[in-house]
């Protein structure tokens, strides 16, 4: 994300921008991805779509409090948990999350990781899985649940085909990795897999970012919740 801010910065500084905002869609592999800068194309949102946009911290760092997830439906949410020994990054179920496109997973502490996985595989019929070095090996079960992740009071939504990526030599889905991974910090990395078929614009003058379905993509805008 910091070659970005330093490209944007650039172009508006020759002048070749009108704004210090960028924006991107990424797109699965094949298939076209896009990145802007300055004034976001309206032509990239899917049609009857619409931009909603999440607030963010002050700070160095493109982040925000992250107040929830669900597994399956945003019906079937929670909190995240306090945490014995009191992470300033963690409270009142929120944590401290950093969006982060050059991560290709999204990372969950450790100390929720467990649980988080745990969830994950109760609204399954197969649960065979391990993790190794990090990444969650596993069959390809055909009913992963969609994760969704509260921002600012607004759902974003990760499809199993963007977070569970077939490795088997002969692609066969006989063998898989969930892009989700346990991390030592105590904050969340929303990596590439929150991005996928989104069109997702960076406004450094008001301090947030917007995400909506691209021009092609199977998603829907982003729901309110609670």
Not at 32 to 42: E, K, L, Q
């Amino acid at each position: 994300m910091m070659n970005e801010n330093k490209q944007k910065e650039a172009l508006k500084n020759a002048d070749l921008i009108n704004e210090t905002t960028f924006a991107f869609s990424v797109a699965p592999l094949g298939q076209a991805s896009a990145i802007d800068f300055g004034s976001y194309d309206p032509d990239r949102i899917k049609s009857g779509e619409t931009m909603l946009y999440i607030d963010l911290n002050e700070d160095f760092f493109w982040s925000a409090q992250c107040q929830g997830f669900a597994l399956g439906t945003t019906e079937n949410a929670w909190k995240w948990g306090s945490v014995k020994g009191a992470y300033q990054t963690v409270g009142n179920g929120m944590i401290y999350s950093i969006f982060d496109t050059g991560s290709s997973a999204i990372i969950i502490p450790e100390v929720f990781f467990g649980n988080f996985l745990d969830l994950i595989y109760a609204q399954m019929e197969g649960k065979e899985h391990e993790v190794e070095a990090g990444y969650v090996v596993t069959k390809c079960y055909p009913d992963f649940p969609t994760m969704f992740f509260l921002f600012d009071e607004k759902w974003i939504a990760v499809e199993p085909a963007e977070y569970v990526i077939d490795v088997s030599e002969n692609k066969d889905r006989s063998l898989c990795v969930l892009l989700i991974s346990p991390g030592q910090e105590a904050f969340l990395v929303m990596g590439l897999p929150l991005y996928m078929n989104y069109y997702t614009v960076h406004e450094d003058i008001h301090n947030r970012i917007g995400f909506a379905p691209h021009a092609s993509s199977p998603k829907k805008s982003l729901t309110l919740g609670t």
